[in-house]
């Protein structure tokens, strides 16, 4: 491991290790905790952005007060529990380590990664840790969101903090217990060993190890150079799960009498239910058992899904106008061009050139293959949700005041997710679930269909970013973007409803998308006077952050121009890179890709190489694709299928600080390079008249196995801070920027609009609008293989 | 109401429903067999594939009265039949390849890959680029490149 800034030390050699503070809590086997974040300042400053005159009456729809469903003094009542912002670890007498990550799980990989970090510093193997996801705790405040790539920079130590002090508890029971001196004991594998060869293992010892006090305690952790699980790959703990099928999501769990339910939608985004000309025929429908109208549509119970599709497809409804329904494509770029803010950057001198490049990057959806769904089972003094929340405390907080219920009376259970790609920030279904169970008085199992998943679930919003980049004698001497985007909704807030509030305000709002702008947006060049900004038009879409926010379009955008600059500066665009990249982790990872790559080698006519890089996260990566434009691969024919421009290969250098899990970052690397190539080359939703046109995974060309490069090398940079960064976002924004640069560089064209093929007649043709979800099919027989 | 009987996963099953309802809200609503995931119901992300007399379908795509008594209807539940295994080396080189991400869409990776595997070893040659092409399950996670890894690494092995 890494020999400097590693956790734990002071910067002096012989300075004694970094103490930190923990918990032993009171229980009746060992459990242990750690401070969990700053978060106990916060509740006065989110207060005070909400004024005491309550919400404006814009025709954005609002969340009730925060006083009326959860006050100040609620919440520093919770904030002053022993428990508050503790993240703990329960040993069980069967020699397990237990704990409720309050993070939700959607793919990431963040169960395995956390599990290790329990391991390493308990000494326990691995397949002894148990980790669980927490149900929503209001008292963690900001403390329960999962986003940003968040998770590992925020858990690393307050885990290993509370996996050490029990690994002390221990030792010291041991000591007692077999009469020895503790500095002869050692731990290995869940075992305390004496000098004598005496052993207890951990179970053994949970009883006696436990506490009948909550008492402070002081530790120092273990040397990353001792360290023998974090940094190995490690395959994911739930993996085996996964394979047999026994991986549980919302809708597999068994919750008694909640029967599936779906939602009959309006034709336009955000339409309303005017009337229903015949809820006692469909009632009567084979399996149905309710029908309910609700704030978004027409909800319908059965026995079985296939039956609620049915009823949904039966139903005769009248609706009212969405908050979209004259906008197009067309029509919303138009919006996007008025609204950007102008360059700022003063007459240069007469020698001095410019490259002036506007991009436009089309809607997209971050629709996660199991689609919205949750469990809810709401009575008269209480409710109990089950689904896969990335922010279960607002969801919690916006449901009990939807069902008029103190929040305590209102259970959030998180599930493990079916990816979330910023899907999972929102909680759509569960208020929507929460809504329906209240209406018919029943437990209900709802899930979204797919056609409606893409067409009224939450995308990512279309944008655009104007940038100009001035040069003179070899050097740039100003490089400025201006990003105009349509609303991006971050009402999820940071993980607690008072700023997710402060979010819905108009002008909270603008500042907090410029705030994640302005935190997320790195240019890593030296560019002389760099602005990069953002304006947002629009809020009449449900939109959400999809998998790195801004960042893929922005730093997509960024590269073209930066591989435009060195063209015009007569440079190769890895020298270029290389030259005026400002930190050597940057140059490491590009010098990485290159060599590996073998940047430069002659290509064939109609494929070329592109190479790109990215700073977020605490880390740094880079990618070189290469890429076959040729017809022969362009035009290659696959039924209901978008085949375009192929990457063949791709080689990704990735240095986060600290690797905790190498094979679970590859595969983190992977996945943002599947949606690198989707973004740039395939999927897009295309809008007319306030509808997306795309309704099935046959419509939106996310990448599929004909897009898949065979060719793929991921380099994880041995340890450089040695505190670990974000993972889960990190690939998408460099896959993307390469892909585009190669696709530049082969056919000689360079692309403004994203993805390339958006202007292109669409490849399939639309499903219907009403009824809102299409049959399944009946031919499956003749499709078998 | 009808009644339809078939095999799952070796064992005969009855079930009182309407002729139409697809298979697979059958085994997940009613039957509460829940590998076979949704992700679609229209034959397109192939979430749902399990197999039916050991060729690869999509269970949103057939209506339970298309089954007959003595069809054999086998999820991921019912895979592992090899002997003296838990898994099947499918589900093995999974492993080994470390393949799942989120975990959703695995499921009908895995017996999309086995039905492939048989396929092209019946019609005689390695399972290669133009099978994979042939693989339409969605992965959202992407984790497409270790599905090749893991059906390259398992075809010999069953």
Redesign the interface.
């Known amino acids: 491991m890494g020999d400097q800034g590693t956790d734990g030390r002071s910067g002096a050699p012989g300075v004694g290790r970094r103490t930190f503070l923990g918990y032993v809590l009171a229980a009746s086997t060992l459990t242990v905790a750690a401070q969990f974040g700053e978060s106990v300042a916060a509740p006065q400053r989110a207060s005070a952005a909400v004024p005491e005159s309550g919400l404006p009456e814009a025709g954005i729809p609002s969340l009730p007060e925060p006083s009326e469903i959860y006050d100040l003094n609620d919440m520093l009542t919770d904030a002053a529990l022993p428990t508050a912002n503790l993240i703990s670890i329960q040993l069980g007498t069967d020699g397990t380590a237990t704990l409720a990550l309050p993070r939700a799980e959607v793919g990431q990989g963040i169960t395995t990664s956390s599990a290790m970090i329990v391991a390493e510093e308990l000494d326990i193997p691995l397949s002894q840790v148990r980790i669980t996801l927490a149900d929503a705790r209001p008292e963690l405040l900001f403390n329960q969101l999962t986003g940003g790539s968040n998770t590992t920079i925020s858990t690393f130590t307050p885990i290993r903090v509370a996996a050490a002090i029990a690994r002390g508890r221990l030792l010291n029971a041991a000591a007692l217990a077999l009469a020895e001196p503790i500095d002869t004991l050692t731990t290995a594998l869940g075992v305390v060993t004496a000098a004598s060869g005496a052993k207890m293992t951990y179970g053994q010892l949970a009883t006696a190890a436990a506490s009948v006090s909550t008492t402070a305690v002081s530790v120092t952790l273990k040397d990353a150079k001792d360290f023998t699980l974090v940094g190995t790959p490690q395959g994911r703990i739930d993996a085996l799960d996964a394979v047999t099928g026994r991986k549980q999501f919302a809708m597999d769990l068994q919750v008694e009498g909640a029967l599936p339910s779906m939602v009959c939608r309006p034709p336009t985004i955000n339409g309303t239910v005017v009337s229903v000309q015949n809820q006692g025929a469909v009632l009567a429908m084979p399996g149905i058992t309710d029908v309910a109208v609700i704030s978004t549509g027409v909800a319908v119970r059965g026995a079985t899904f296939g039956q609620c599709i049915d009823a949904v497809r039966a139903l005769q409804v009248t609706w009212g106008p969405g908050t979209e329904d004259h906008s197009s494509d067309a029509t919303v770029l138009a919006e996007l061009a008025a609204a950007e803010l102008p360059l700022v950057v003063p007459p240069l001198p007469l020698l001095t050139q410019a490259v002036d490049e506007r991009f436009t990057f089309h809607f997209a959806s971050n629709s996660a293959l199991e689609p919205n769904c949750a469990v809810a089972d709401v009575r008269s003094d209480r409710a109990e949700i089950w689904a896969s929340l990335k922010s279960p405390i607002v969801a919690q907080e916006a449901i009990a005041a939807d069902l008029g219920l103190p929040v305590s009376a209102v259970t959030v259970h998180v599930v493990q997710g079916g990816g979330s790609f910023g899907r999972k920030l929102f909680f759509d279904a569960a208020r929507e679930a929460a809504e329906i169970s209240k209406a018919m008085g029943k437990p209900v199992r709802l899930m979204w269909h797919r056609t409606d998943d893409f067409r009224q679930g939450r995308s990512h919003p279309m944008s655009t970013s104007r940038v100009r980049a001035t040069y003179s004698l070899g050097e740039v001497i100003s490089y400025e973007q201006r990003h105009t985007s349509v609303a991006t909704d971050f009402s999820h807030g940071l993980g607690e409803i008072i700023t997710a509030l402060v979010a819905k305000l108009p002008v909270g709002d603008i500042g907090f998308s410029e705030t994640i702008f302005e935190l997320t947006q790195q240019t890593p060049y030296n560019f002389g006077v760099t602005t990069q900004l953002l304006s947002e038009v629009d809020k009449g879409f449900n939109t959400g952050s999809m998998r790195n926010i801004y960042s893929p379009n922005v730093r997509c955008a960024q590269e073209l121009v930066v591989d435009k600059l060195a063209a015009a500066m007569n440079q190769d665009p890895y020298a270029f890179r290389r030259s005026f990249l400002k930190d050597q982790r940057a140059i490491a990872v590009l010098d990485t890709v290159a060599r590996q790559g073998d940047w430069g080698r002659t290509m064939a006519p109609g494929t070329a190489q592109g190479i790109a890089l990215h700073a977020e996260y605490h880390g740094f990566v880079a990618m070189l694709v290469e890429i076959d434009c040729t017809a022969a691969t362009v035009d290659r024919k696959i039924p209901d299928a978008y085949t375009g421009p192929r990457v063949t290969k791709a080689v990704c250098a990735v240095d986060v600080g600290l690797a905790v899990n190498p094979l679970g970052l590859k595969a983190q690397m992977m996945g943002g390079i599947m949606d690198g190539i989707a973004l740039t080359l395939s999927s897009s939703l295309h809008l007319t008249n306030g509808v997306f046109q795309e309704g099935s995974w046959d419509n939106y060309f996310y990448t599929r196995q004909w897009n898949v490069p065979n060719d793929l090398e991921i380099v994880v940079m041995p340890p450089t801070t040695g505190q670990p960064g974000g993972a889960g976002e990190f690939g998408v924004a460099a896959s993307m920027a390469a892909v585009a640069c190669a696709y530049a560089r082969a056919t000689g064209t360079f692309p403004t609009t994203f993805p390339i093929n958006h202007d292109q007649p669409l490849g399939f043709t639309p499903l219907p609008t009403v009824p809102p979800i299409p049959q399944s099919p009946t031919d499956g027989l003749s499709r078998a293989y | 109401m009808p009644q339809h009987t078939f095999v799952l996963n070796g064992k005969q099953v009855t079930v009182d429903?309407?002729d139409?309802?697809?298979?697979?809200?059958?085994l997940?609503?009613?039957l509460?067999v829940?590998?076979?995931?949704?992700?679609?119901?229209?034959?397109?992300?192939q979430?749902c594939t399990s197999h039916?007399n050991g060729?690869?379908?999509?269970?949103?795509?057939?209506?339970v009265s298309?089954v007959a008594s003595t069809d054999e209807v086998t999820?991921?539940?019912g895979l592992?039949a090899t002997v003296g295994k838990d898994?099947h080396p499918m589900?093995e080189a999974?492993?080994e390849m470390?393949?799942?991400?989120?975990?959703?869409?695995?499921?009908g990776q895995?017996m999309a890959a086995v039905?492939?595997v048989l396929?092209a070893r019946a019609a005689g040659h390695e399972i290669g680029?133009a099978d994979?092409?042939?693989?339409?399950?969605?992965?959202?996670?992407?984790?497409?490149?270790?599905?090749?890894e893991a059906i390259l690494s398992a075809a010999d092995k069953f």
């Open positions: 429903v309407e139409d309802v697809r298979l697979l809200w059958v997940r609503d009613i509460g829940r590998g076979p995931k949704y992700g679609c119901g229209l034959g397109v992300c979430a039916l060729k690869a379908v999509n269970l949103c795509c057939i209506p298309d999820t991921i539940e592992p898994l589900q999974w492993l470390d393949v799942p991400q989120c975990g959703y869409c695995q499921p895995i039905a492939k396929e680029d994979f092409d042939e693989i339409r399950n969605i992965c959202r996670c992407g984790t497409y490149v270790r599905i090749r």
